[in-house]
């Protein structure tokens, strides 16, 4: 069974393609979510502080009993595993 595709830049499920980012060519990019990726390109110049910074909101609102701190922190050791973020 495949696991789930999250974005390789926000980590966020992608659970159907209405949720993938597109390509220059309008075709729907696998890797990246429609947030993170339009038209070939990333939706938001910043490095991967900056996107944990985007995305805490977010994830601690979707999960009522996260805290910020641990919401950063999740993040934080995730997120130089995704693609986008790996040196």
């Known amino acids: 069974m495949d696991s789930e595709k999250v ?19 309008g075709t729907p990019n696998e890797l990246y979510c429609s947030y993170c990726y339009t038209d070939g390109s990333f939706a938001q110049d910043v490095d991967m502080d900056g996107m944990i910074d ?5 994830m601690s609102s979707e999960n009522s009993e996260m805290d910020e701190s641990t919401a950063r922190q999740m993040m934080q050791e995730a997120f130089p595993k995704l693609e986008r973020w790996r040196s």
Not at 7 to 25: N, T, V
């Open 7 to 25: 974005c390789q830049s926000c980590g966020m499920p992608m659970s159907d393609e209405s949720l993938y980012g597109k390509d220059a060519d």
């Open 54 to 58: 985007i995305c805490i909101s977010y």
